[in-house]
């Protein structure tokens, strides 16, 4: 399904992917400006020269729709991301962007990088095509970006190791509340009449497709919930939905329940 305002589009490329989400880092701040067209930057594969600017549009109109509403919600308290598209890899203050580790959010340059390749890999390996999984994986890692400003992820990051990973562990309470987060940007474009019939199953295909458990599986044969840092499918898909249900931030506190 398309967005109403924006549509599109075909895929190119692909390439195989280890995990869908990249790390994060908390760190200091970047520039921009909400309501200028977001800042893409060249890299070491420059996206443009392979025919490919229909689906740079799509994820810079995303991206700056995502951001208007994270401004309209936090006010001066919203610093904007700026946002980077590759693919195959990049450099970041975070390290290296390969294409094994799917988009990522690093904190120190406040960048969102988006690796085109993934898109390809998101709808032949895992299942879930469509532009709104699209969508869902650029809010999702808008989300780190609020964490990063809100200082959620330097507390997570200075939690005793122990306490990352696991079904309830930090890291992946921090994973699902980026999903909430994504669902919480959802709701508002629905109230906007952004979407359509279908749309909403695209994302939470997309969710529950990567969860922890199910790459896993599909990937060594079995499941190993201790070592998880991104939550199940089932966490992944219930999180955004309550994001999209509620349409409230204060109601993605995956911190402050016993089973997220």
């Known amino acids: 399904m398309l967005f109403r305002r924006f549509g599109i589009l075909g895929l190119v490329g692909g390439v195989a992917l280890v995990y869908f989400f ?9 520039e921009g400006a909400v309501g200028e067209a977001p800042s893409i930057e ?3 594969s420059d996206p443009k ?19 208007r509403s994270w401004s309209d919600a ?20 975070c390290g290296l962007g390969e294409a094994a580790m799917g988009p990522f959010y690093c904190p120190p340059d406040e960048r969102v990088f988006i690796d085109l390749s993934f898109y390809e890999d998101l709808r032949q390996r895992f299942g879930a095509a469509g532009d709104f999984a699209q969508a ?11 964490q990063s400003l809100l200082g959620t992820s330097a507390r997570v990051q200075a939690a005793p190791r122990n306490r990352q990973k696991g079904p309830k562990g930090l890291l992946t309470r921090l994973e699902l509340q980026a999903d909430c987060y994504a669902g919480v940007w959802a709701h508002s474009a629905k109230a906007r009449d952004l ?5 909403l199953e695209e994302a939470l295909r997309a969710a529950a497709a990567i969860g922890d458990d199910r790459i896993q599986k599909k990937s060594r044969g079995t499941v190993s919930p201790e070592s998880w840092t991104h939550g199940s499918s ?6 955004f939905r309550r ?6 931030m204060e109601d993605c506190d995956t911190f402050g329940v016993d089973k997220p």
């Open 74 to 93: 936090l006010g001066a308290k919203y610093r904007p991301a700026r946002l980077v598209i590759f693919r195959d890899r990049t450099s970041s203050a």
């Open 49 to 67: 020269a392979q025919g490919e600017q229909p689906l740079v549009e799509f994820v810079s109109f995303v991206l700056d729709d995502v951001q």
């Open 22 to 30: 990249g790390p994060s880092s908390e760190g200091p701040s970047g």
């Open 195 to 199: 979407l359509e019939t279908g749309d």
């Open 234 to 239: 089932e966490q992944r898909s219930r999180w």
């Open 42 to 44: 060249p890299s070491v």
């Open 136 to 146: 869902y994986v650029i809010a999702h890692e808008l989300g780190h970006h609020v």
């Open 243 to 248: 994001g999209f249900d509620k349409g409230r």
